[in-house]
């Protein structure tokens, strides 16, 4: 009798345990969803303040509000690119970056755009020997950003791999 009273109450406990870490794991669970929904506010509110700052007038009598109201747009030249014309919804993208807006424009991305552009402006043989010695022998310009080739459009005969 004694042992079914012993197994009864060790039973209870571990049930009162198991309840126990049931309510824990409860309250845990409606924290995170909680921090979820606080998080998913936050990022709300941050969408549109970003859409607000994108879209704002610009100050009265400023450059960029003559600019706009006028429909003047601004053109700027790129290797490769030619000239572009920026419209005023541009122009914020193309100050925060001008070679990348320019690289985006060819269809490429920046660090080959510049790695086109360093051939471009300097067309020498870039092969650096052993000994750390740069070839430079003179190279013919590749003037289209999107047909040069690394490795072979920017090395002389002798180099090329």
């Given amino acids: 009798m004694q042992e079914k009273m ?10 009162a345990n198991a ?11 409606e924290r995170k969803q909680r921090e979820l929904e606080l998080r998913d506010d936050k990022i709300v509110a941050l969408e549109q303040e970003n859409h607000e700052l994108r879209h704002q007038v610009p100050p009265e009598d400023s450059l960029l509000e003559q600019l706009q109201s006028q429909s003047v747009f601004l053109v700027a030249y790129h290797p490769g ?5 920026l419209p005023y919804d541009d122009i914020d993208t193309y100050f925060g ?20 552009l360093a051939h471009y402006e300097h067309p020498v043989c870039r092969h650096v020997d052993s000994d750390g010695n740069a070839c430079g022998e003179p190279i013919m310009r590749v003037t289209q950003p999107a047909e040069f080739q690394p490795g072979v459009d920017d090395h002389c005969e002798q180099h090329r791999s």
Wanted: charged share 30%; with cysteine.
């Fill in 97 to 116: 970056n001008p070679v990348a807006y320019a690289a985006e424009r060819c269809g490429m991305n920046e660090p080959a755009y510049k790695d086109w």
């Fill in 19 to 29: 309840d126990a870490e049931t309510v824990l794991l409860h309250e845990q669970l």
């Fill in 6 to 15: 012993a197994e009864g109450d060790a039973r209870q406990r571990k049930d």
């Fill in 81 to 85: 690119v030619g000239h572009i014309t």
